[in-house]
């Protein structure tokens, strides 16, 4: 009984299941329209925004979000700053109809944490162009070797910067709000949706409002629901200097929209922002003996000197050539001649002897135990030891007995010597990486390892466009991996995509073509496009000379031209260089060519250093780099502006970093205007646009001429006469 009882209610059950009655139907009926009441409640106007879920690549939000630079490459290789570097991001940000859109940039450290929420400025309409400056970290000048580095090293890495799109439903609403009560035209019905929309706002999560915040929007929100007063009052309570003030910094962000994270490889600094210093440690306490008419070299210890005139200048980073054993088979003599005398030392690019390869100081500079003190010596003084690395060999090298294979040979069975026609390099063996460049690639990785451990924490590497791109992508990434503190100067002066890809490869920063940029519409435009997208990836440095370059510009104008190119190069690039001798205006052509005569690569110079006292470079320098120290956040490799000038000998630019950006809370600027004519004297009117560099116009700007310690007074359009036996440039720090 019990369980024919059990089986017919179970049937009983199923059958009122699947057929409930009339009424059961109207119950289930109202039960889910109370439900659908309670999860989208009517409306009175229009309802905000929504956010829709992406789900996957390619789907919009509610708000569209396009075309964000920089993104070279479809994101595959992340743009590159150094840390605390000011950047800016772009991106399309906009909405169907005349809705009005804003945008938001959010950037988060590696680790997923927000660490700066910006907003972004439409600075297109037409084309829907947003943009923002922004930053990852704090700038810092920490040495890879002092204690707080670890604290550095941990804010390295994979960054990202979102846009986040959002209706701006307040500016919409305003817009439209402002009209109809100027002419009267359905004006309750406007503000009693703008009284509901700032009760709204104040509920809103996003928009991060505290308690003193809330209630102002409340209390504006009340007084336009306040029938009793009139429409402008009522109108001015939503348009006050508060409500303002909270749309820029607090706004109600509906339909909000983010991008996919853009990646941003952060590097340590020195990465961007460094100044280096070259000399050949032969020629440091290089003395002439009077008696036997010889030269004696100098040696890593008598090279300290070079240390102490870098420190003194105000550099950072010391750059060595190379310090292994040279070749004595083909070993050029005097100004690339082919045949050496018996006291000629050779090039150090001719790598290599019986002595040893790269992994070997030349005995006739001492000992590897010297260079560690030579090392520790310049990190005492808080200076960073780059050494070049030229991947290339000496017929004497070791490495042509005991890897045959890495080296090309012709059909009689020779190796063929390097060329570059015209130029010839008879006592170099090019390296051939097609027969074992995995091998190659190990014997690089433990030779810098080597010297990394000796106290290098940067390579300057000669001519590496000659190699394959994928080597110094797989070298580099493995020193790196090791000690990522480690960073890469690429010597490419090549084609654009060669040096592009050598960045996207790793190498930190680059040679480039400033020597030769001279004219003001030369300048102008490198230095635009050294300072802008492409700064994201290829961070040119700036040298008015180099042991292989000194233009006819360098020559012929004499002091002030150097002075003039020391200029360019140390405010035109958050990277710049310079070759010993800039300072004794060594500037000599080699007939025929544009390099020095009595070259250093293949002679020991002695050089009378008080000489330099006569033509004040060196003071000039010392200048340069106090400015860059004091003012280091404004050297960013995205924040040049040309300044229009009516000479055209008459180059002007600035460098702008906003209030937000800086260690000290305000706006830095760098104005530099320089006389690119090295024998006359010119004048011209400079145009200042202030609300570009957030000045007033009412008052104007205030300018120290920091080379000089004067003060001028600045407005729109601006009077300057610099002449090149006074002042050849004038470098202007805005006053706030």
Request: aromatic content about 10%; charged content about 25%.
């Amino acid at each position: 009984m019990s369980t024919k009882t059990t089986d017919n209610t179970a049937g009983k059950n199923a059958e009122s299941s699947a057929k409930p009655t009339t009424g059961a139907a109207e119950r289930t009926t109202a039960r889910r329209t109370r439900r659908t009441a309670k999860a989208t409640p009517i409306i009175q106007g229009e309802a905000p925004a929504p956010v829709i879920p992406v789900t996957e690549p390619g789907q919009f939000g509610r708000v569209n979000v396009m075309d964000i630079t920089p993104n070279e490459e479809h994101g595959v290789f992340p743009a590159r700053v150094e840390l605390g570097e000011a950047f800016e991001v772009t991106a399309q940000v906009f909405i169907e109809g005349r809705t009005k859109v804003g945008a938001t940039a959010v950037v988060r450290n590696p680790r997923g944490k927000e660490m700066l929420r910006l907003p972004m400025t439409c600075v297109n309409p037409g084309l829907d162009r947003w943009t923002v400056t922004l930053k990852c970290g704090e700038r810092s000048d920490v040495k890879p070797w002092e204690d707080g580095f670890p604290k550095v090293k941990r804010q390295l890495g994979e960054w990202t910067v979102t846009v986040e799109g959002w209706e701006d439903t307040y500016a919409s609403w305003l817009h439209d709000a402002t009209i109809k009560v100027e002419v009267n035209d359905d004006v309750e019905n406007a503000l009693i949706s703008g009284s509901r929309l700032l009760a709204r706002w104040a509920l809103a999560d996003d928009s991060k409002l505290n308690a003193r915040q809330r209630k102002t929007l409340e209390a504006a929100a009340a007084t336009m629901a306040d029938t009793t007063l009139s429409p402008e009052e009522r109108l001015a309570a939503a348009t006050d200097d508060a409500i303002s003030e909270l749309h820029a910094t607090n706004p109600l962000r509906d339909g909000l929209s983010p991008s996919a994270p853009q990646r941003f490889k952060v590097e340590r600094p020195k990465s961007s922002f460094a100044a280096w210093y070259q000399f050949f440690p032969r020629s440091e306490g290089a003395t002439f003996d009077t008696e036997t008419g010889k030269i004696k070299q100098g040696t890593l210890v008598t090279a300290l000197s070079g240390l102490e005139r870098a420190k003194a200048e105000g550099f950072d980073i010391v750059y060595l050539p190379p310090i292994f054993p040279i070749g004595v088979t083909n070993r050029k003599g005097r100004n690339n001649a082919l045949v050496a005398g018996p006291d000629d030392p050779g090039s150090p690019f001719g790598i290599g002897s019986a002595l040893g390869g790269h992994d070997t100081v030349d005995p006739l500079l001492g000992t590897m135990d010297d260079f560690k003190a030579f090392c520790a010596r310049a990190h005492e003084l808080g200076l960073e030891v780059a050494l070049d690395f030229a991947l290339q060999c000496s017929p004497d090298h070791p490495w042509v007995k005991q890897h045959p294979n890495w080296f090309r040979t012709k059909p009689d069975g020779t190796i063929a010597f390097a060329e570059n026609p015209p130029k010839k390099y008879q006592d170099i063996y090019p390296i051939d990486f097609n027969a074992d460049m995995a091998g190659i690639e190990k014997e690089v990785e433990r030779i810098m390892n080597l010297w990394i451990a000796a106290g290098v924490t940067f390579f300057r590497v000669d001519n590496p466009h000659t190699k394959p791109v994928r080597f110094w992508q797989d070298v580099i990434a493995a020193v790196t991996k090791k000690h990522p503190e480690v960073l890469f100067l690429a010597e490419a002066f090549t084609r654009p995509g060669m040096m592009r890809a050598l960045s996207y490869a790793g190498f930190t920063q680059s040679h480039c073509y400033f020597p030769w940029r001279n004219t003001k519409e030369e300048l102008e435009k490198y230095l635009l496009e050294t300072n802008g997208d492409n700064g994201y990836y290829q961070h040119n440095t700036f040298w008015p000379t180099t042991p292989d370059i000194l233009t006819d510009y360098v020559r012929d104008n004499g002091v002030a031209g150097h002075a003039v190119r020391a200029v360019l190069a140390a405010m035109g690039s958050p990277s710049w260089g310079i070759y010993n001798g800039f300072e004794l205006v060594e500037n000599k052509q080699r007939p025929g060519f544009e390099e020095q005569i009595d070259n250093e690569k293949y002679e020991v110079k002695v050089r009378d250093w008080e000489d330099a006292d006569k033509y004040g470079i060196a003071e000039l320098l010392t200048s340069l780099n106090r400015i860059r120290r004091e003012y280091a956040d404004v050297f960013s490799y995205h924040n040049v502006s040309i300044l229009p000038s009516s000479d055209p000998n008459i180059l002007a630019f600035a460098r702008h970093t906003p209030a937000e950006l800086t260690s000290t809370g305000k706006a830095e600027t760098l104005v530099v205007v320089v006389n690119l004519d090295g024998h006359n004297a010119h004048q011209s009117e400079v145009h200042l646009e202030m609300p570009d560099f957030d000045i007033d116009p009412q008052w104007g700007a205030h300018m120290r001429e920091e080379l000089t310690g004067r003060d001028f007074a600045w407005s729109w359009d601006n009077f300057v006469s610099l002449a090149p036996w006074a002042d050849v440039a004038h470098v202007f720090h805005i006053v706030r």
